[in-house]
């Protein structure tokens, strides 16, 4: 089973907060690392849930079993090394981490997944969209699977309302339109 670990790193932070559009209003240590304790407090509630229902739905196996999480501050996350950005609440950044979890499962494996026939005819239909929106389409409906077997669709809808992107926008509409179940099955190492 896949689980996560949090981890806060001066030297990353340092890193990042030079890096940043405004290094006076970065969070210090001890701020990110009480947001780092209540995040990890909800993640210990309820991600390996989110992690089981990732894998269980698509059918492969997290190649990797521990994923180190840093938090930094600032508010963009990423997956790569993952990342938690400093979010206004840990609900939200709960969301955020399943959102990045489920990027981190599609790159596993040397692209085990991205490199199937249905996830490449899935990439090949949408091949007209812009890349941010070509890629979270699946990474969208599988987000939105997790969202409906945790019983959280407000939460996903308010996600949908609050987005700035039009190309994020775009992905969820497409998702909401075809169907996150009918998206699944087809990238699916084993359909439902």
């Given at each position: 089973?896949?689980?996560?670990?949090?981890?806060?790193?001066?030297?990353?932070?340092?890193?990042?907060?030079?890096?940043?559009?405004?290094?006076?209003?970065?969070?210090?240590?001890?701020?990110?690392?009480?947001?780092?304790?209540?995040?990890?407090?909800?993640?210990?509630?309820?991600?390996?849930?989110?992690?089981?229902?990732?894998?269980?739905?698509?059918?492969?196996?997290?190649?990797?079993?521990e994923?180190?999480?840093?938090?930094?501050?600032?508010?963009?996350?990423?997956s790569?090394?993952?990342?938690?950005?400093f979010?206004?609440?840990?609900?939200?950044?709960?969301?955020?981490?399943?959102?990045?979890?489920?990027?981190?499962?599609?790159?596993?494996?040397?692209?085990?997944l991205?490199?199937?026939?249905g996830?490449?005819?899935?990439?090949?239909?949408?091949?007209?969209?812009?890349?941010?929106?070509?890629?979270?389409?699946?990474?969208?409906?599988?987000?939105?699977?997790?969202?409906?077997?945790?019983?959280?669709?407000?939460?996903?809808?308010?996600?949908?309302?609050?987005?700035?992107?039009?190309?994020?926008?775009?992905?969820?509409?497409?998702?909401?339109?075809?169907?996150?179940?009918?998206?699944?099955?087809?990238?699916?190492?084993r359909?439902?």
């Open positions: 089973m896949a689980y996560l670990t949090f981890q806060y790193s001066s030297v990353y932070n340092r890193f990042i907060k030079q890096r940043s559009d405004n290094p006076d209003a970065y969070p210090d240590q001890a701020t990110l690392t009480n947001y780092l304790g209540d995040v990890e407090k909800l993640w210990r509630q309820r991600g390996e849930k989110v992690l089981t229902i990732i894998e269980t739905r698509l059918g492969i196996p997290w190649d990797n079993k994923h180190v999480c840093y938090v930094m501050g600032l508010k963009r996350s990423f790569n090394p993952l990342s938690l950005g979010l206004p609440n840990t609900e939200r950044a709960f969301d955020v981490l399943t959102h990045e979890m489920i990027h981190r499962y599609f790159i596993q494996r040397d692209r085990k991205v490199k199937t026939d996830f490449q005819q899935l990439m090949q239909q949408y091949a007209d969209e812009p890349l941010p929106t070509k890629n979270h389409v699946p990474v969208h409906a599988l987000h939105q699977h997790v969202y409906e077997k945790l019983d959280r669709q407000k939460e996903m809808q308010e996600e949908i309302a609050n987005l700035i992107r039009d190309e994020y926008k775009r992905s969820w509409y497409i998702v909401q339109e075809v169907g996150a179940e009918k998206i699944l099955d087809r990238i699916a190492a359909p439902r």
